[in-house]
């Protein structure tokens, strides 16, 4: 094993200019001390919950089960790392107030990993979706710090190269002494890279491990139908007002609620609804849906989720766009039908859930998101049907937290 981390050790500097340059030319460089195991040190009797969530995705889907550990372990430090910067941030803005440390995961070498082991001192490691790294999952192994991946998954793209290489990564997954994954799908995709069945269980999905707000929502919506578009940014704005004013001329008891992602696009949603000849009010001025009041602007912060609650269908903004989407779920865990436009590489892996479900919709052209809230509103059966697999989806995947916190 002194000859691979030889080996492992020289690469590594090979490799580090390059990635050094990259990192800098794009503004992105970050966290070089603690990723070379320069992070704070803790003692044996800390006992420490150790938690590796890469970037944003996956520090999003930790939220609710870092609270959970906190509540069911409090006399453990916890510990979460990041890979990424913009995971970092995410991270201390999130888990200030639950994590005892929150700092970078080591580079994959045995200088970093070492040190990062020796001041850490993991009572157990997860590692969060699919992060394998197969020296940190030998050096854990070598120390007897279980390590386990929790809310595994490999996706249809990456998994044919997983396949190809399935003879290292049956090396290194038998390292690790557990795999919780999403569906089962992703358990026999582990299985078939190399990891021994035995190991891998299925747990469901964290991101749906979210709870209904008790609080009551009175925006008039009592006798209409809303199409709620939550989180829109600007080129989505005029695609959901002109799809809303050609639904509407067939059904008239369709209203529209929308809320900009930054509310500095109120006046431009303003201007869109007027060119429109639709009237709107202000859901800061107490407005509410009436027959003479098409549109509410959602102009206030921290409601939409709540509001989701009041509408019949849903559009999940930021995804005809760059942005890469926003979370469905908020919209889904009220049993309402979402269609998203094609960018949601954020949330892929709900938005796959979903449309393999029938819970929800990933459409290409704002012609195909027209056409799909029209079968929506036209089509009682289909409106029905997607209802209820909004609810199948969460009965089947609820349960991720309780499973990991009874595994820890």
Same mark, same amino acid.
């Given at each position: ?7 492992i050790?020289i ?27 320069? =992070?704070?040190?803790? !003692?044996? @009797? #800390?006992?420490?919950?150790? $938690? ?5 995705? /996956? ?22 790392t ?45 590692i ?14 070598k ?30 997954l038998?390292?690790?002494?557990? =795999?919780?994954?999403? !569906?089962? @799908? #992703?358990?026999?995709?582990? $299985? ?5 069945? /035995? ?5 469901g ?15 008039g ?12 940014h ?70 939409l ?52 479900s029938g ?47 009874n595994?820890?």
């Amino acid at each position: 094993m002194l000859l691979l981390e030889i080996i492992i050790t020289i690469l590594f500097f090979i490799y580090l200019p390059f990635f050094f340059i990259e990192r800098v030319l794009h503004k992105k460089s970050h966290g070089w001390k603690e990723k070379f195991g320069g =992070v704070k040190t803790f !003692s044996k @009797e #800390d006992k420490v919950i150790h $938690i590796h969530c890469c970037s944003v995705g /996956e520090a999003l889907a930790i939220e609710n089960l870092l609270k959970s550990v906190r509540e069911n372990f409090p006399d453990n430090k916890i510990v979460v790392t990041t890979f990424t910067y913009a995971g970092q941030q995410i991270a201390q803005k999130k888990f200030a107030g639950i994590a005892d440390y929150i700092t970078y995961f080591p580079f994959d070498m045995p200088i970093s990993v070492n040190r990062f082991l020796d001041k850490i001192k993991p009572s157990a490691s997860l590692i969060v979706e699919t992060e394998i790294w197969p020296y940190y999952a030998y050096s854990c192994k070598k120390r007897g710090i279980p390590l386990s991946i929790i809310n595994a998954r490999i996706s249809d793209l990456s998994y044919p190269s997983y396949k190809r290489m399935k003879p290292f990564f049956s090396l290194v997954l038998n390292n690790y002494d557990s =795999v919780y994954a999403q !569906s089962q @799908e #992703d358990c026999e995709k582990f $299985i078939s890279i190399g990891m021994k069945p /035995e190991k891998v269980e299925l747990m469901g999905n964290l991101k749906f491990d979210i709870q209904i707000s008790a609080d009551k929502v009175d925006v008039g919506q009592e006798g209409f139908r809303v199409f709620l578009a939550g989180s829109t940014h600007k080129p989505e704005n005029e695609i959901v007002i002109s799809a809303y004013k050609k639904l509407k001329s067939k059904a008239c008891d369709l209203k529209l609620m929308i809320a900009p992602r930054h509310l500095e696009r109120v006046n431009d949603i303003k201007e869109l609804l007027s060119q429109y000849g639709l009237s709107y009010a202000l859901r800061s001025k107490g407005g509410k849906f009436s027959e003479n009041t098409d549109v509410i602007i959602l102009d206030t912060l921290g409601e939409l989720k709540n509001m989701y609650s009041a509408c019949d269908l849903a559009f999940v903004g930021g995804s005809f766009n760059n942005t890469g989407g926003h979370n469905p779920l908020e919209a889904s865990i009220f049993e309402k039908p979402v269609v998203s436009g094609p960018a949601v590489f954020n949330f892929k892996d709900i938005y796959d859930i979903l449309s393999k479900s029938g819970a929800g919709k990933v459409v290409k052209t704002s012609q195909e998101f027209y056409e799909y809230l029209e079968r929506l509103l036209n089509d009682k059966d289909f409106y029905e049907q997607t209802r209820n697999a909004c609810k199948n989806v969460f009965d089947s995947q609820r349960g991720a937290i309780d499973f990991v916190i009874n595994k820890i």
